[in-house]
């Protein structure tokens, strides 16, 4: 069986970890600095007093002036969930995470262990612990064990039987499935909001209509998808902080706090001479934020000069000063060789590689030679009116 | 205060998709017999583009879908103003 791990309102919830005193208040996640002024997630009582996730800031504080917006805590969020996903790996489960608060694991391994398959998913439950109000949702399908968490009470796990995966799936909505907003606004035209009412569209009408995507959400709707699980390596924890003495805002020091950081790590005897191919870089920032950007490497290299050509840049990014600066390798190579990979690499591996194929591309052609099209007036009947190309930020 | 990069002076800008390039043409009867050196087979259709002309800068096309002796397809247009002519896709 498939199984499905969900967190609801994770970032929320990993940034009220320390602030007990908010508990049962209206509280709501900040926007992030520099991006538009939306809330995040909301706590309960938030919710009864109106508030939805992405509201405008200015209208949810309207709606509730005794809202309390709490920072993104981006780093702290990481730290907590990757401090679950090794208690699910200690409790014997090979985890694949989706994003932070949504993991897959595979229960066959653990189910002799423990005792069934209700026992494996008790299992699982425990490791994450009750404060974080879990759901599981177990299937043989992988959208199925997605859809049976979404439903599955807090601290509880659902179980959706081979046979039964049609009609458990039909009532749904189809918000479940990760479409475009684009492809989503589609269905909602056709007057499409049910798995069910989808599932029984003729495919080829639906590939017609809605493309690849639109396909491989049908196969969803009808619990025909094929994906599996693809766990993780769990990662070697080798990192390196650098407390100031007083925050830092100046990009120089901040360079020069780097510089001795990657000394210091790619010195450390646990690397065994084994390159990175990831690396994260996080700052716990003045007033409690904190911030993280994580870099996938084109190629491991545990090259100083290099790894610091690609984190420097970095620093400007950062929205305050910083109190600590951290520094962690990630994913390290087998070997100090180069090996290349036998199995293509999908999901989040590929996006991860495509953006930074993108960087890349952007690094040895200039900051224009990345861009999106952007529909202006798709009805004009000038041909170079109707699209215009803008630069990519990512 | 670390400066936000998107704050910084850069020369990002939005372009156009799909400018005209200009072309060379050959015409006779204003229809293109010649585009870039190679001989079109058979024009497929033919259409005028009259827009914008509230404004100071009116447009004024006559495109022409062809097919060239290469078998390659071309959208050409005239610019019924300048009387220039560009390739574009349609």
């Known amino acids: 069986m498939i199984a499905c791990l969900t967190l609801s309102a994770f970032p929320l919830r990993a940034a009220l970890a320390g602030r007990p005193e908010l508990r049962g208040q209206p509280v709501a996640l900040a926007p992030e600095p520099g991006r538009l002024p939306l809330i995040g997630p909301c706590t309960a009582a938030a919710a009864d007093a109106g508030i939805k996730p992405g509201m405008r800031l200015s209208e949810a504080l309207a709606t509730c002036p005794e809202l309390r917006l709490v920072e993104q805590d981006p780093a702290g969020s990481e730290e907590q969930w990757e401090r679950i996903l090794r208690r699910l790996e200690d409790a014997g489960f090979a985890v694949e995470p989706v994003e932070a608060g949504c993991a897959y694991f595979e229960t066959r391994g653990v189910e002799r262990l423990a005792g069934g398959l209700e026992a494996a998913l008790r299992r699982a439950l425990d490791a994450v612990g009750t404060g974080w109000q879990p759901r599981v949702g177990a299937a043989s399908r992988r959208f199925a064990a997605l859809a049976a968490a979404s439903v599955a009470p807090a601290g509880k796990a659902i179980v959706v039987d081979d046979d039964d995966t049609g009609l458990f799936l039909e009532p749904l909505p189809v918000d479940l499935l990760a479409l475009s907003p684009e492809r989503r606004g589609e269905l909602s035209e056709l007057g499409i909001k049910r798995l069910g009412e989808l599932a029984r569209l003729p495919g080829a009408a639906v590939a017609d209509r809605l493309g690849l995507d639109g396909s491989e959400a049908w196969r969803q709707a009808r619990g025909e998808d094929e994906a599996g699980v693809a766990p993780r390596r769990p990662p070697e924890a080798v990192a390196e902080t650098l407390e100031f003495p007083e925050p830092v805002g100046n990009e120089l020091t901040l360079g020069w706090a780097l510089a001795a950081l990657l000394d210091r790590l790619l010195a450390r005897p646990e690397r065994g001479g084994r390159a990175p191919r990831q690396i994260a870089l996080a700052a716990r920032l003045i007033g409690g934020g904190s911030w993280r950007r994580t870099l996938t490497l084109r190629e491991p290299t545990a090259e100083a000069e290099r790894l610091r050509a690609a984190l420097g840049p970095r620093l400007a990014e950062v929205p305050a000063p910083v109190v600590s600066l951290r520094l962690e390798l990630g994913e390290l190579t087998e070997s100090a060789g180069v090996q290349a990979e036998l199995i293509r690499p999908r999901g989040n591996r590929l996006r991860e590689r495509l953006r930074d194929g993108l960087r890349q591309a952007r690094a040895a052609a200039g900051v224009d030679a990345v861009c999106t099209v952007v529909e202006v007036a798709p009805w004009s009947r000038i041909p170079e009116s109707r699209a215009i190309l803008v630069p990519r930020d990512d | ?90």
Do not use: C, I
């Not at chain 2, 050196?37 to 033919?46: D, F, K, Q, T």
């Open chain 2, 1 to 90: 205060m670390v400066a936000h990069p998107r704050e910084q002076g850069d020369s990002r800008s939005a372009r156009r998709l799909n400018e005209p390039r200009p072309a060379r043409v050959l015409e006779q009867k204003g229809h293109p017999v010649e585009v870039n050196r190679v001989p079109v087979a058979l024009v497929r259709e033919e259409w005028r583009v009259a827009d914008r002309w509230w404004t100071e800068a009116p447009v004024q096309r006559r495109y022409f879908d062809v097919v060239l002796e290469t078998g390659e397809n071309a959208v050409v247009f005239r610019d019924e103003l300048t009387g220039r002519w560009y390739r574009q896709r349609a």
